[in-house]
Structure formats: structure tokens, C-alpha cells
């Protein structure tokens, strides 16, 4: 059985830093990628960052850039997302999802969702003062 489970979330202030982590169980394939989505309330799921499992390649949201670094560790099957200079407006749940088949890149980009196959609960993150 495939999980995905997040971990890290907290309630930190303006300008604070978090780290999240993703770890990847019950695959038994080689994955492509695994990205990292958020989730504000009364906003649509949208794309924070993704790595590829096999080269290491990365992409950011425009909205991240600069401030957040993702990251992983194939032996453990994780990936981590740096989170830095947070403010307010990155509130929200943060999942993570792996594409096992390809799609991200290809069929879709990697900031839709439908190019993921396996999503994790999401943790928490809340920037305030």
C-alpha cells in the first residue's frame, strides 16, 4: 500500500523558517516525481515546488522563489521542503504527491494536480504573529 506522510507543519511568525518532510512508502517502482501542493481555505490546490527523483531537477512557484529549497534523500525516500522568510500568505495545508507515471513535464505540467497518482494527509502551516 502506498503512503505518503508529512510531517513538520507548525504555527510560526512572519519571517520564521519550517521545514516539512515527505516520506514515500509501499512503492515498488522507480517514481519520477514528487511535489509539493498547498491548500489555503476557500483557495484551489496549487503548486508550491517539485523534484525529480532521479536527476534532482527542481521547479518553484513564482510566489516561492527565493525563499523556498526542496530537497530530497532517495535512500530514505524523502523529500523535504525548506521554507524560509515565511509570511501570512503561505498559510495553508501542504501536501506532498508523487507521479509514478511520467506525467508531470509531459502530459501536464507539474503544477497540476492531475499528474499525480498518491497524496499525502497534508500537515498544517500557519505564519501569523
Known amino acids: 500500500q502506498v503512503q505518503l506522510v508529512e510531517s513538520g507543519g507548525d504555527l510560526v511568525q512572519p519571517g520564521g523558517s519550517l521545514r516539512l518532510s515527505c516520506v514515500v512508502s509501499?512503492?515498488?517502482?522507480?517514481?519520477?516525481?514528487i511535489s509539493w501542493f498547498r491548500q489555503a481555505p476557500g483557495k484551489e490546490r496549487e503548486g508550491v515546488s517539485t523534484?525529480?527523483?532521479?536527476?534532482?531537477?527542481?521547479n518553484y512557484a513564482d510566489s516561492v522563489k527565493g525563499r523556498f529549497t526542496v530537497s530530497r534523500d532517495n535512500a530514505k525516500n524523502t523529500v523535504y521542503l525548506q521554507m524560509n522568510s515565511l509570511n501570512p500568505e503561505d498559510t495553508a495545508v501542504y501536501y506532498c504527491?508523487?507521479?509514478?507515471?511520467?506525467?508531470?513535464?509531459?502530459?501536464?505540467?507539474?503544477?497540476?494536480?492531475?499528474?499525480?497518482?498518491?497524496w499525502g494527509q497534508g500537515t498544517q502551516v500557519t505564519v501569523s504573529s
Open positions: 509501499g512503492i515498488t517502482w522507480d517514481y519520477y516525481a
Open positions: 523534484i525529480s527523483i532521479r536527476d534532482g531537477s527542481t
Open positions: 504527491a508523487t507521479d509514478s507515471l511520467g506525467y508531470s513535464g509531459t502530459y501536464y505540467s507539474w503544477e497540476n494536480t492531475k499528474a499525480y497518482d498518491y
